[in-house]
C-alpha cells in the first residue's frame, strides 16, 4: 500500500472585506460564553482589536492574553493557568496563532507543552475531546497558520522550534480579512509576504504525489508574483486580498512538505532570533541553488511565474534574489553580522530540524554548513 497518497484539506473560511466583523453572529450560534483572545502586543495596541474586544465584551466573559514572544517560548505557554475557557479567538500572525493552538493542548491536558511534541511522539498524548476550539482571524499574509494543524513553539532553554501537531488543531472558523492588513508597514507586509512565498515553492519543490497542492502551489505562487512588491510599495485592498489568499494557499499547499530553506530558517531563528519570514526571506536563493539539479521541469515552471514564458530553469536563484531585493529584504547573512564560524552551530540545528526531510534532494550536515557559507 505504499503508493498510496492522504490528503488533508482545510476547514470553513469567511473571507473578504468586512469577514472580522462577522464574529459576534457566529460565536452566538453556539453555546460560548467565556473567550479567550489570544493576540500578540502590536495588535492589542490597533484600534480594530480594541473595536472587537469592546462589542465581545458586551455580550461574553471576554479575556485576553499576550504575553508572548515573536517566536514563542514553551514557558510562556505553561503560564498560562485559566482552566475555564469555551472558545480561544486568535488574532494577528503566525506567533498569536501558535499561541492559540499550543494552549488549546495545555489548557486541558496534563504536563508541559512540550510533552506533546510531535518528535517524540508527543501528538499521541493528545485528547481530541480535551482541546480547546480555536477560531483565527489573521491580520498578516504570512504564515497561512490560520488554516494549518500545528503549532509551532521554542523551546525555552535551546530555543530550537518544536512542533504541537494535531489533525484537530486545525482551527474550526476562520476570518480572512484583507481590510485588517492595510495598515501593516511595508517591512512586515515584506516580510511575510515572501514567508508565504517560500511556503508555497517548497510546497511545490518537495517529491511525492499531491497535484492538488501543487496546483494550489503555483496559483499561490502567482498571485504573489503580481501582488507581493505592490503591496509593500503601494498597498491596495486588491493586493492585500491577493496576499492574503496566498498565504493560506501556502499553508494548504505544505502539507505536502518543506525543505531546506525552512530549515535553515528555523535554525536562524533559534540561534539569532531572526523573524521567521525574513529568515526564510535570506535563505530562498541559496536553497533553491541547492536543489536546482533535483528539480527538473518545476524550476523553468517557476521561472516563467516570476520572469516570463522564455526564461529559463537555471535563472531560478536569480530570479529570487530579484523578488527578495526588490521587496526591500537583505539577500546575505552578512545583514545580520553573522560569520563563517557561525556556520557550524547553524548547520547542526538545521540538519536536526524535520523540514529538509521532505526537500528536493537529500541534504547532509555538510551540505546545509555549504549553504550557510554560501549565503554569507
Known amino acids: 500500500m505504499s503508493n498510496l497518497s492522504y490528503y488533508h484539506f482545510p476547514t470553513e473560511i469567511i473571507f473578504g472585506s468586512g469577514s472580522s466583523e462577522q464574529m459576534i453572529v457566529e460565536v452566538k450560534k453556539h453555546n460560548f460564553n467565556r473567550i479567550l483572545f489570544v493576540a500578540d502586543s502590536n495588535v492589542v495596541k490597533f ?21 508572548f514572544s515573536p517566536n514563542p517560548l514553551s514557558n510562556e505557554i505553561d503560564q498560562f493557568e485559566d482552566k475555564n475557557i469555551d472558545l480561544i479567538i486568535a488574532i494577528g500572525g503566525g506567533a498569536s496563532m501558535d499561541v492559540a493552538k499550543a494552549l488549546s493542548v495545555s489548557i486541558d491536558h496534563p504536563g508541559k507543552i512540550l510533552d ?32 494549518g494543524r500545528s503549532a509551532v513553539i521554542s523551546d525555552e532553554e535551546t530555543k530550537q522550534k518544536k512542533i504541537i501537531f494535531h489533525p484537530n488543531l486545525i482551527p474550526s472558523l476562520v476570518f480572512c ?28 519543490c518537495a517529491p511525492g504525489f499531491h497535484p492538488m497542492a501543487d ?30 489568499a496566498a498565504a493560506m494557499m501556502g499553508a494548504v499547499a505544505f502539507q505536502k512538505g518543506l525543505g531546506n530553506i525552512h530549515s535553515c530558517a528555523h535554525s536562524l531563528s533559534a540561534c539569532f532570533d531572526i523573524h521567521h519570514g525574513l529568515a526564510n526571506g535570506v535563505m530562498l536563493p541559496y536553497g533553491a541553488q541547492v536543489n536546482l539539479s533535483s528539480l527538473g521541469e518545476k524550476a523553468q515552471t517557476v521561472s516563467s511565474i516570476l520572469g516570463n514564458s522564455s526564461s529559463a530553469g537555471d535563472d531560478l536563484p536569480h530570479l529570487l534574489i530579484d523578488l527578495v531585493t526588490e521587496s526591500g529584504l537583505p539577500t546575505n547573512l552578512g545583514a545580520f553580522g553573522i560569520v ?37
Not at 480555536?134 to 497558520?145: F, L, M, Y
Not at 547553524?346 to 541534504?363: I, K, P, W
Request: proline share 3%; net charge negative.
Open 47 to 67: 484600534d480594530f482589536f480594541n473595536t472587537i474586544r469592546e462589542k465581545f465584551e458586551e455580550n461574553f466573559d471576554v479575556m485576553t492574553f499576550s504575553e
Open 116 to 147: 506533546y511534541d510531535e518528535a517524540k511522539g508527543g501528538d499521541n498524548k493528545i485528547d481530541c475531546g480535551k482541546l480547546i476550539p480555536v477560531w483565527a482571524v489573521p491580520t498578516t499574509s504570512g504564515t497561512g497558520s490560520e488554516v
Open 177 to 204: 480579512d484583507p481590510v485588517l492588513t492595510e495598515n501593516l508597514p511595508s517591512k512586515i507586509t515584506a516580510q511575510t509576504g515572501i514567508d508565504a512565498f517560500v511556503h508555497l515553492f517548497e510546497a511545490y
Open 215 to 244: 496546483g494550489i502551489a503555483l496559483e499561490g505562487m502567482r498571485l504573489i508574483e503580481k501582488s507581493l512588491i505592490r503591496a509593500v510599495n503601494a498597498p491596495d485592498l486588491e493586493a492585500r486580498t491577493n496576499m492574503m
Open 340 to 376: 563563517k564560524d557561525d556556520c557550524v552551530k547553524l548547520s547542526r540545528y538545521a540538519f536536526e530540524d524535520g523540514c529538509h526531510q521532505t526537500n528536493a534532494c537529500v541534504m547532509t550536515e555538510g551540505m546545509f554548513v555549504e549553504l550557510f557559507n554560501s549565503a554569507l
